[in-house]
């Protein structure tokens, strides 16, 4: 009979606890898991991106509910566990009313409420950890935030909405990711940090003084030593932040994101010994040999841990006692490091910032033009602390020399510069097979090299399906290519990588020249003739615009090969409503125009009459079947802020009314967006035009930005960004009449839609090419192909029909039929 296992806690610690076990014995336990968010298990570590929007929170999960299924695996979810009756070996959890905060303190149940219990054997406390929030006056009023779960993204995203001026409390990690995500909902952002720098404990104070000068250049405003001392109500939610000087913040939103604290209460009520965090052995024991604890809420050998690394070490040593894989294994401790992306800033830290030992070495170069910092500290011949910020190129190199305490190289400078003849600093193959090397899904060396002695896995993405490494940030697919030339002598080409869509075993210009040669036309009928295996939603979608975009005139748009928001060329919403987005030229419209979009609203009830970062007027929350009445009430184009194509060009008042101007920037804009309107491309596109370097319509990121200069010249910047990735657009070319910018505009946006990858954004399609190359073949004309890239761009142009006209005739029966929450939930279940 099998072993009772309980586990109380779903988090990254709790699910990766019960993954390692069933890994080594399937059989070992009947398992029974609590936990307190009403999901699966989900990348903490993702958050941020969920609330800039640039995943969703779908992505994000490690283990979604059917993997508990499929492994028989009984998940309470919802449920707070609030005691252990150790004599009885039984567990007791109340179900959480909704929209309590799983972090909350609590453990007592309400009145009423349903008591669950479960018997155990062995039970594993993985309870994690909640936001500390500082004793600050009025932190409970409406508009203040914690931010550490999906459901916190949703209520933030949700209130900046009607936001104008957010405040972060808490400049470390979790407070730059914060204000990250805030920044991408055009909020004004303000980050309040009590100590003297950012991030104090990743960075010493020059290289914190580098990063808050970046975080300026984007626009984010730091106050360090600056105590929040209380938060003011005004119209019955926060107004106004109050600091120990006296001085003011006037703020809409804030979000409280100032460090961590152990969740201990269920352990400490239920007599197991707790000091910051649950106190536990080097075999993550507690004081009572039948529960173990795992995670962020323990306390070992006096230390804390809030990273993911030494999260996955202690699993896996729980994983073996357990088991009886190796029933001696031990968790002596991790020595941290951290790598990640500051809004857009490269940033590696390891050990300690700061030495005060004379005999230890220390090793800085500084470059604060280009926001770049090394220093190294190096005891013994061996890594004691790293920080590498605005070039991270040999971080992962650090990583593993710092973590597997690996001796140097004599000449130090190749440590932080790399060798000048290219060699390695260390193989991976010279590393102990409990050596992490993908610290994003904590998998060894020893797991790799089972897949490609057990498994045959002899390419990196085969490594990556068979054990994840390699699927997070892709920083350690080199050691992984190490680790099987070491072994089987060559890394095997994996061609699927390069596939341009999952289902067809083709790269786009294998595709495309098939699907020319071959006159397909449909996504159905490129399927029948070059798919293979199982249809999957991306493939069709990604076929969808590679065949519009290579068939403008004749593509057979067919229904399920979309996207409900391409079906109805409406953004769907949370609530089943759509967005309706009219085209806008340039951002310039009329008394008219205003007004019948104004009455519109009005009679299909709009929720929200929003203006966007594109200077469009966004109507939101409209029924499904109103979509085809409002759109010719409005009597204006689709925006197409719904797609993958060419959305808006963006544009300051120029020489018509500014006195700084030096070019016609409206006219330019308006004549660019008729132009392109509807374009399809690999992702969306987005331009500017600006009548002077002042830069007021943000031209240098965006994917096209066009700049007037003195002389009556226009610069013309490609593959800038402003939104998760900042990045500033390379200037192609500088010319002196607005034909030449259409032209050489045309060029960049057709060899783009041919060349990049589905869903590629420009600034990735840019650096992947290169600026230099892309001059050559768009400029110099290295290739002879510019007149077949103005051609074909023309092509597009003259195929434009403004698919609101479909509100006349639809294109198939039922088309705008509601209610869009059905379909689109029946959609996401058909697609997994």
């Known amino acids: 009979m099998k072993k009772k296992l309980v586990v109380i806690g779903n988090g990254m610690a709790g699910a990766r606890a019960v993954d390692e076990i069933l890994k080594r014995d399937r059989d070992a336990f009947e398992i029974v898991m609590f936990g307190a968010e009403p999901y699966g298990n989900y990348n903490r570590i993702l958050l941020s991106n969920v609330l800039n929007q640039t995943q969703a929170p779908d992505d994000i999960f490690i283990n979604p509910l059917q993997w508990y299924t499929d492994n028989d695996i009984t998940l309470h979810v919802g449920v707070k566990v609030t005691h252990i009756d150790r004599a009885q070996k039984k567990v007791f959890g109340l179900k959480l009313s909704k929209g309590t905060p799983p972090y909350g303190s609590e453990v007592a149940g309400e009145k009423g409420a349903d008591l669950i219990e479960a018997d155990y054997d062995e039970l594993i406390v993985a309870t994690g950890a909640r936001p500390f929030v500082p004793r600050i006056k009025g932190s409970d009023l409406p508009g203040v935030f914690l931010f550490r779960t999906i459901d916190d993204c949703d209520l933030i995203a949700d209130y900046a909405k009607n936001c104008k001026k ?106 197991l010994k707790v000091n910051r965090g649950i106190l536990v052995d080097d075999q993550m024991r507690t004081n009572d040999p039948h529960i173990y604890a795992v995670g962020e809420c323990i306390e070992h050998r006096g230390k804390t841990y809030g990273l993911v690394d030494p999260i996955w070490q202690q699993v896996a040593v729980l994983a073996d006692i357990l088991t009886g894989v190796n029933e001696d294994a031990e968790y002596i401790g991790s020595k941290t490091g951290t790598k990640l992306k500051v809004m857009g800033v490269d940033l590696t830290s390891m050990g300690e910032k700061e030495t005060d030992e004379t005999d230890d070495e220390i090793l800085v170069y500084r470059d604060p033009s280009r926001g770049v910092y090394k220093k190294l500290i190096v005891r013994d011949n061996k890594i004691h602390g790293a920080i590498l910020l ?68 002899t390419s990196v993405a085969a490594i990556g399906t068979k054990t994840r490494a390699g699927q997070g940030c892709g920083s350690c697919r080199g050691f992984i290519a190490q680790l099987i030339e070491s072994r089987i002598g060559k890394v095997s080409y994996d061609a699927s990588e390069h596939y341009y869509v999952p289902g067809i075993p083709l790269e786009k210009s294998q595709l495309v020249r098939e699907v020319r ?102 109507l939101l929350g409209i029924k499904k079947e109103d979509l085809p009445a409002i759109w010719k009430d409005i009597g204006l184009p689709s925006g197409h802020a719904y797609t993958k194509a060419f959305r808006t060009v963006k544009s300051c008042v120029g020489t018509d009314f500014c006195r700084f101007g030096l070019g016609d920037s409206i006219s330019l804009a308006q004549e660019i967006e008729r132009r392109f309107q509807g374009v399809e491309s690999p992702h969306k596109v987005k331009m500017a035009v600006t009548g002077c370097p002042r830069n007021c319509a943000e031209a240098y990121v965006k994917d096209v930005g066009i700049v007037a200069i003195e002389g009556g010249c226009w610069e013309i910047y490609i593959g800038g960004a402003a939104g998760s990735t900042i990045r500033k657009g390379d200037l192609l070319c500088t010319v002196d009449r607005p034909e030449a910018v259409i032209q050489y505009t045309s060029r960049f946006l057709e060899y783009y839609r041919q060349h990049a990858k589905y869903l590629e954004r420009t600034y990735g399609f840019v650096e992947r090419i290169g600026i230099d190359l892309l001059k050559g073949i768009l400029i110099e004309d290295s290739l002879g192909i510019c007149a077949n890239l103005e051609e074909k761009m023309q092509e597009a142009v003259d195929a434009y029909k403004d698919p609101w006209k479909e509100a006349e005739d639809p294109l198939y029966p039922f088309q705008f039929d509601g209610p869009g929450l059905i379909e689109v939930l029946q959609e996401a279940e058909n697609n997994g």
Not at 248 to 262: F, K, M, R
Not at 426 to 451: E, M, R
């Open 166 to 271: 957010a405040a972060v409390i808490g400049g470390g990690l979790l407070g730059l990711e914060a204000a990250r995500g805030l920044m991408t909902h055009d909020l004004e952002v303000s980050v309040i940090e009590a100590a003297d720098q950012l991030m104090p404990s990743q960075l010493d104070r020059e290289a914190a003084k580098i990063l808050e000068g970046a975080m300026g250049a984007m626009g984010l405003r730091v106050l360090t030593r600056t105590f929040s001392t209380q938060l003011v109500e005004k119209n019955g939610k926060v107004g106004r932040l109050v600091f120990n000087d006296g001085s003011l913040l006037e703020t809409d939103l804030v979000v409280i994101s100032a460090g961590i604290v152990p969740i201990v209460e269920v352990a400490d009520k239920s007599h």
């Open 390 to 457: 605005g070039d991270t190129e040999l971080s992962d190199s650090l990583m593993q020399l710092f973590q597997n305490e690996k001796p140097l190289p004599e000449n130090r400078g190749e440590i932080l510069f790399g060798s000048i003849e290219g060699a390695r600093l260390f193989n991976a193959a010279d590393l102990p097979n409990s050596a992490q090397i993908c610290n994003c899904n904590g998998v060894c060396k020893g797991d790799i090299l089972s897949a490609i002695d057990n498994d045959n896995c």
């Open 517 to 618: 040669s071959r006159g397909l036309k449909s996504v159905s009928a490129t399927l029948q003739v070059l798919g293979e295996g199982e249809e999957d939603p991306t493939t069709k979608t990604g076929l969808a615009s590679l065949l519009k975009t290579l068939w403008p005139k004749d593509y057979e748009d067919e229904r399920d090969a979309r996207f409900i928001n391409d079906r109805v060329h409406a953004n769907i919403q949370k609530d089943g409503t759509f967005s309706v987005v009219p085209r806008i030229m340039g951002g310039v419209t009329s008394p008219d125009e205003l007004l019948r979009i104004a009455q519109a609203a009005v009679k299909y009830k709009a929720k929200m009459v929003k203006f966007t970062g594109g200077q469009r007027i966004d």
